[in-house]
């Protein structure tokens, strides 16, 4: 498991300003199925955990405030 200093250097970025997780909204963590979003209990906004990511896409696409996005590397695209 590979933890990144910086969130910048994670796959799924969250907007803050856009994240409506400390409301109540866990969509783009019950969606992921290998559970590395989770809610950072400091700021109560959705945050990838740790880097796991299949770039499956299902957070960024069921998410209903669109503050998920997933950057595909490009020898996956």
Not at 31 to 44: A, H, K, S
């Amino acid at each position: 498991m590979s933890f990144a200093e910086n969130p910048s250097e994670f796959p799924v970025n969250i907007d803050a300003e856009k994240c409506i997780a400390d409301k109540g909204c866990t969509v783009c963590i019950d969606v992921c199925p290998l559970d590395v979003l989770w809610i950072n209990p400091e700021t109560g906004k959705a945050h990838m955990r740790y880097d796991e990511c299949w770039y499956c896409l299902p957070c960024e696409l069921d998410c209903p405030t669109k503050a998920v996005s997933v950057s595909i590397p490009y020898l996956l695209r």
